[in-house]
């Protein structure tokens, strides 16, 4: 899992050069226009984990002490409390420089002269055209659930002027008790204020339930529910039954992967397809020598991840990665003064995407 490098489009028009003899390069550099020529990498497939895990925080009323004793409620909460629900979680593919895959291209003059299309972190992306820079969505927002009403607003006088809490919780139930009276009066027409009209009495009926909750909660507590999103990287390295991901607690919520105190979420990644490489040949060997001075891509394999989580599957997909295909080469041929190619390539693979001559 690494930090993603939010990626930018860099043209590099070489004015006299072709391509030449690509050589891997071990060590880092700084992508762009060097003495020899333009160096690029080819991309490995990583994901962005976007989890969504609900956060519902339990709160006592202030006269939990009197629930039983004046409305003879039973098992109220006495203490704060979170549990924590795991709610999605999604992967989106993005590329990054693979370190192993990195080349140039060489400058030689009396050549054409080819438009290089780099990302920001030097990642292949066209030749000779303009390429479609790929970019991650946005994070989903947090949503803050509703907050509760001030129970202070549904109090009368009386109440508010109560000199003990013994006292302010008696009138709060008695208080209770007279709207519950009031909605009854309504529902059977005995009021001396029933509306006629169907919508002004549910208006009315809302209003007192409304009210009866608010000073309950007083005695029962109160929830709150709140929806958190979290993100981190993967990068699988290979084919792997149980990949620990992150861990995740239902009172503590999302958790690093060493942390203990949560189940693990892991990843299984199998490779779908295996692709063939050259049979080692002489005639092959003198074609490959002769297609050395090419431009180098990826042919990703399809593969298949899943994600779990307490005997639950989250993710079940199939995706093309760049790191469990091949590397094969565009003959140099494509690009002669005869032969101006077009060549896209999909950034999170470095798969070729569309080859127009």
């Known amino acids: 899992m690494k930090r993603l490098i939010q990626p930018l489009i860099i043209f590099f028009v070489l004015f006299t050069c072709s391509f030449a003899s690509a050589q891997t390069e071990v060590e880092p550099f700084v992508p762009g226009s060097t003495l020899e020529g333009v160096c690029y990498y080819l991309p490995r497939t990583a994901f962005r984990v976007t989890v969504i895990a609900e956060k519902t925080t339990i709160r006592p009323g202030d006269f939990h002490k009197y629930a039983d004793r004046y409305l003879r409620l039973q098992d109220v909460p006495t203490e704060e409390s979170v549990r924590w629900n795991l709610k999605s979680i999604t992967l989106e593919p993005f590329g990054k420089p693979d370190k192993d895959k990195a080349y140039s291209i060489k400058i030689k003059s009396k050549t054409v002269a080819p438009l290089v299309g780099l990302s920001r972190d030097g990642i292949l992306l066209s030749i000779n055209c303009d390429a479609q820079e790929s970019f991650l969505p946005d994070l989903p927002k947090p949503e803050k659930g509703a907050a509760p009403e001030n129970p202070r607003s549904y109090m009368t ?33 005995e009021a001396d204020n029933t509306p006629k009209d169907g919508a002004q009495l549910k208006l009315m009926l809302d209003q007192l339930d409304k009210q009866a909750a608010v000073l309950e909660s007083l005695f029962s507590g109160t929830t709150q529910t709140d929806t958190e999103v979290f993100s981190l990287f993967y990068d699988p390295q290979q084919e792997s039954d149980r990949d620990i991901l992150f861990r995740f607690s239902q009172k503590l919520g999302v958790l690093d992967a060493e942390n203990l105190a949560g189940e693990p979420v892991a990843a299984s990644v199998k490779v779908l397809e295996t692709i063939p490489t050259t ?70 693979t470095g798969g070729t995407k569309d080859v127009m001559e």
Do not use: W
């Open 157 to 189: 006088q009386e109440i508010l002027a109560a000199g003990s809490s013994a006292k302010t919780a008696e009138l709060c139930a008695q208080e209770i008790y007279d709207i519950r009276d009031s909605k009854n009066a309504l529902i059977r027409g």
């Open 279 to 348: 049979v080692p040949s002489e005639e092959a060997a003198k074609k490959r020598a002769k297609m050395e001075h090419g431009v180098y891509y990826n042919v990703p394999a399809r593969t298949k991840i899943s994600i779990n989580y307490g005997g639950q599957e989250f993710v079940n997909m199939e995706t093309p990665v760049a790191q469990f295909g091949i590397v094969e080469i565009l003959s140099s041929t494509l690009f002669d003064k005869k032969t101006t190619t077009q060549v896209t390539f999909f950034q999170e």
